[in-house]
């Protein structure tokens, strides 16, 4: 019978830490080091049989328990795992709206702890800051849900894109859409000043942005309380409105999320779904569909 959750035992078993502040970041490396880049499937859910790294941060959720698991080095980056729930069926998109909160508070001291490592591996981006750090989130249709944190010692595309974009305009893709977007394409506004909308001229079905209002910059530790409470909640709305869309249209329940942002950056997350998703209406239906799923009128 497939195991449904994570045994606490398995937890147990590769906890190193139970909070982040108990862990040195050398620690950390070296457990990675010792780890597979790439770790074979098979079975049906590694995590659930227990086939993840040394567990370094946990964080109870009104269901279950969320847990920050250290992943491998892949060349010169280092690769966490957050994992949304012991529970299988359990996600961001499905979580309590307070344990959708509790989960972005642990990837922002997840992000710090990277940040502050100290190992000049990694260079140092501003002072006291060493390497890029990428928060991003793939969701297949019945796969155990995870984000992945990794500390990149290069610049990775996406940051380049969004440096990019800046150079372009003179400012990132939060501001201009704050200024340039189309009213009538805002999914909706959440906590915190927190907005959604679709891009007039998107890249794959479905895209959303979520941006702060108004403007901010930095990481998601540098955003105030209320900010990350907004983001948490509407990361949550639209994956959860997403995912019961592509449901009701019969498509795979697959979509993906990341979080532009870092020193100089204007944070955003940015949705979409695989390439492989094709529909034949546009924005302006995608808005009115979102819309209606997460109650907004
Ligand atoms: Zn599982």
Redesign the pocket.
Known sequence: MT????DPALVAEQRLADRLQAVDFATVRAAAAERPARLQHGGP?R??AGRFGPVIDTTELVRGRSFLAVHALRGPDLVLKQVSSTR?RDDLDSVPPMDAIALFEALARAESFLASCGDPAWPEVVPGRRGHIAICKRRGARS?GTQTITLHRDPPPWLLRERAFMARHGVGRASWLETRGRAELLVGEFRGGLVAAVPAEPKRAFETVIWCRPGATGALADLSGNQRWGLAQAVRELTGALRLELSVRGLSESYGWRLVAGPGLEPHVRIVTPRATVVRDGPAEWVDRLRRHIGVE
């Open positions: 195991p449904r959750q994570i859910c995590w659930c299988h155990h």
